[in-house]
């Protein structure tokens, strides 16, 4: 057990792999597990990490399955924020925050950028470290040494999304008609070596040339998603680095080349997709970033590279949610375990937080 840790903490996707399989498509589209999210390649050590932590989940007991809301993935937030209004919480929406405030040494509540006040025994975050503890805390809260930390935490934000409305099901080349097989996941991953590639390209700035999408077609198992006869595509794709090469910045020029990009291919696999297609989205890491407020795009809220990972994540010495300001606890992906649909660093929080206070300590 102890040896099969070591390997999966240190080596790459592709060398761990490579003990267990031998055929290159199955090998890369398991390694492709292994990268995404992650500003790294198959062969990087550290992957077979990532590799495990999308293992990790289950539905319905099954291990290393993958779901399909209903509803969309939004309708997993509504179903929580639900849950929790039925045991009285109140939800604000629309409401953004502005500062956390500090009084003395511990959390007092937040100011919202309307200028309310709100008071609080407890503030929790789950922004990543970098919006928490630089720009809603004011500079001389946190000790210098600890602030340094925050900044050189990596983020290297590398995925981006195209998302398709579509008027009718395209039929992939290899295996045409409609059938389970289009029920699924589909990954854009032949070999080791394409996803390598990919990767090159990004290592020097560039969007990847032919890059790693996983695709789903969610309608195929929720038509509400979609009109009658109309379906969504949905394509993660790996790489998309937030930083471009030469100081370039993410315009709508690049970003209509990288979704162009991505269509190609596609079209490979799916000659017909441009003809079905009634309406397209493409999203850069930078938008991700604009949208949803996650540092340089990264899903994780942080990469789970070794060095970021369990007692160093977010910062080495702050590992279990507690900050160096009273009553102030982090809760988000940017914690252990890390980012994904699974509430673990939420639920592990609230459990800490909980044990804290029973035993009359406000942890700092």
């Known amino acids: 057990l102890q040896t099969t840790f070591i390997q999966l903490m240190t080596m790459s996707a592709a060398d761990f792999l490579d003990q267990w399989f ?3 498509p ?4 398991m390694s492709a597990s292994g990268i995404i999210g992650t500003f790294q390649g198959p062969r990087s050590p550290g992957t077979a990490y990532v590799l495990l932590h999308h293992y990790m989940g289950e539905i319905d007991g099954a291990f290393r399955a993958w779901g399909v809301p209903r509803g969309g993935t939004g309708s997993i937030s509504e179903a929580i924020g639900n849950a929790a209004a039925s045991l009285g919480a109140e939800i604000r929406l629309e409401a953004p925050v502005a500062r956390i405030d500090v009084r003395g040494d511990r959390a007092a509540g937040v100011t919202l950028e309307s200028g309310e006040e709100i008071e609080a025994g407890v503030v929790l975050s789950s922004l990543d470290s970098r919006w ?10 946190l000790d210098p040494g600890f602030r340094e930390e925050v900044l050189r935490y990596k983020y290297r ?3 981006g999304k195209v998302n398709l409305a579509l008027d009718g099901l395209p039929e992939l080349a290899c295996k045409p008609g409609r059938g389970e097989w ?6 854009f991953s032949p070999s080791i070596d394409y996803l390598e590639r990919a990767y090159d390209d990004a290592k020097y700035g560039e969007p990847s040339r032919r890059p790693y999408i996983d695709m789903i077609i969610p309608t195929l198992v929720d038509p509400t998603m979609a009109p009658p006869g109309g379906h969504v595509m949905s394509c993660f794709v790996q790489y998309a680095p937030y930083r471009l090469a030469g100081d370039a910045v993410w315009d709508d020029a690049r970003r209509q080349a990288f979704g162009e990009t991505v269509l190609d291919t596609i079209e490979e696999r799916f ?4 003809k079905h297609i009634v309406g397209a989205q493409f999203i850069t890491p930078k938008d991700i970033e604009d949208v949803t407020g996650l540092t340089e795009g990264n899903i994780f809220q942080g990469e789970l590279s070794l060095e970021q990972l369990f007692f160093n994540r977010p910062v080495p ?3 279990r949610y507690r900050t160096p300001v009273r009553d102030l606890w982090m ?3 940017a914690t252990h375990p890390g980012g994904g649909i699974m509430g673990a660093p939420g639920r592990i929080a609230a459990l800490e937080v909980l044990k804290a206070h029973r035993s009359g300590w406000r942890a700092a």
């Open 132 to 141: 928490t503890f630089v720009k809603l805390l004011e500079d001389d809260v």
């Open 182 to 187: 289009l029920r699924g996941a589909i990954s």
């Open 22 to 24: 031998e055929t290159d």
């Open 157 to 159: 934000g590398s995925s």
């Open 26 to 29: 199955l090998k890369a589209t």
């Open 317 to 319: 010495g702050w590992a």
């Open 271 to 274: 000659p017909t997709i441009r």
């Open 331 to 333: 809760c988000g992906s």
